[in-house]
């Protein structure tokens, strides 16, 4: 066997339809599209959610809630994280800046202090909300809670 002498093996390769290429190809005249009508014509998409003229599935299933435009999500933080965040950083007032450098949360981001977990040093906090019960923990250790 030698280069000149290779050649796939026999039913291995085809020749590509060649459509409308005239009737001596066999596939001249309507070009394999069938007579007439939509789909015949140049340019023809289906819908993606046509079903055949039947009721499509998204207009037969009813409507369901809605998107609140005016609510505002916050991102929680507790305060056994406070307390993390003052015990490595040596910290005695966080406030949101603080949060964004040490990767808590992002500069778009609004915060909520919440009382989950234990806080034991005196920390002057500044966030966006906070839970009446983290307002309270902070405060009886002599601390402070400001709203941004």
Do not use: W
């Amino acid at each position: 066997m030698e280069l000149h002498n290779l050649k796939p093996a026999a039913g291995a390769v085809k020749n590509s339809k060649r459509i409308a290429r005239g009737t001596g190809s066999g596939h001249g005249g309507t070009s394999t599209r069938g007579h007439k009508g939509d789909k015949a014509r140049s340019g023809h998409k289906r819908k993606r959610h046509f079903e055949g003229g039947q009721m499509p599935i998204q207009m037969r299933l009813p409507k369901i809630g809605f998107k609140n435009v005016n609510r505002v999500a916050y991102i929680a933080v507790n305060l056994d994280k406070l307390q993390t965040l003052a015990d490595r950083y040596k910290l005695s007032a966080i406030d949101f800046n603080t949060l964004v450098d040490k990767g808590v949360v992002n500069k778009n981001d609004k915060v909520k202090l919440l009382a989950r977990g234990e806080l034991k040093a005196k920390i002057s906090v500044t966030v966006h909300a906070c839970s009446a019960a983290a307002k309270q923990a902070i405060e009886a250790l002599g601390g402070s809670v400001n709203l941004v």
